[in-house]
């Protein structure tokens, strides 16, 4: 059963996807503590209400980031963590942090990166008028929203789509994509090979792409 700690700063539905993913009897990994830099962050009572261990580890309490990241590396490895899921973080961590946790340290971006990575993702795509969007689950690197992709959904942009349509839509997608990135990285499934993942089986099971039709 690997452990996993998800680190949040808000409404946190992402985070509750995986909590009920990791629900499942069958599911291969569960969700050992949840971290928000935010003390007023949604997702804190959800956890809380799954009996999931919570802490508030706010960067305005520390004199840098250093010491916040460490801060947050400790209450992981306190609590055995194996795997940090980023969902809706909106800090940016440290080359050290990244580095401690290459490879084991996941992040999901509501867009078919490396399109449109960074803030505004959806008025960005309707500005541009691009036809698809989607999300992506990817290990994390220290360039802001890089890193090996896992699994990408994609979604259509459709006529009359405004940010909070084209947002709702992706993040049906993004709570059926997580967990299902999740779980193959729990069954050891995910192989990072010079920045690219491989993925056993996939082929066959098309487990790498994702289209949610609505
Ligand atoms: C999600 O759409 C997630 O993809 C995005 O923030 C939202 C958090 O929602 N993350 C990023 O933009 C990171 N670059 P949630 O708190 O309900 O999961």
Redesign the pocket.
Same mark, same amino acid.
């Given at each position: 059963m690997l452990k996993v700690g998800v680190l949040?700063s808000?409404? @946190?539905?992402?985070?509750q996807a995986l909590i009920a993913a990791c629900d499942a009897v069958t599911f291969p990994a569960s969700i050992a503590c949840v971290i928000s830099n935010k003390p007023d962050a949604k997702?804190l009572e959800h956890a809380k209400a799954a009996h999931i261990p919570t802490a508030v580890i706010s960067h305005k309490d520390y004199a840098d980031k250093q010491s916040f990241e460490a801060a947050i590396d400790a209450m992981f490895e306190t609590h055995g963590v194996q795997l940090i899921c980023l969902? @809706?973080f909106m800090r940016i961590l440290s080359p050290w942090f990244t580095e401690q946790w290459r490879d084991r340290l996941v992040?999901?971006?509501?867009s078919l990166l490396p399109a449109f990575p960074g803030?505004h993702?959806h008025r960005k795509v309707l500005d541009y008028g691009g036809k698809l969007t989607g999300?992506t689950v990817h290990f994390v690197r220290a360039e802001m929203?890089h890193g090996p992709i896992i699994l990408q959904a994609a979604v259509p942009v459709l006529n009359g789509d405004d940010e909070e349509t084209l947002a709702a839509r992706?993040?049906r997608a993004?709570h059926q994509a997580y967990p299902a990135a999740l779980r193959m990285i729990a069954e050891n499934r995910v192989n990072v090979i010079e920045e690219k993942t491989f993925i056993a089986d996939a082929a066959a099971s098309g487990d790498a792409f994702y289209n949610p039709k609505s």
């Open positions: 949040i808000g409404r @946190g539905s992402n985070m997702g969902a @809706g992040n999901i971006h509501p803030l993702t999300c929203d992706v993040l993004e």
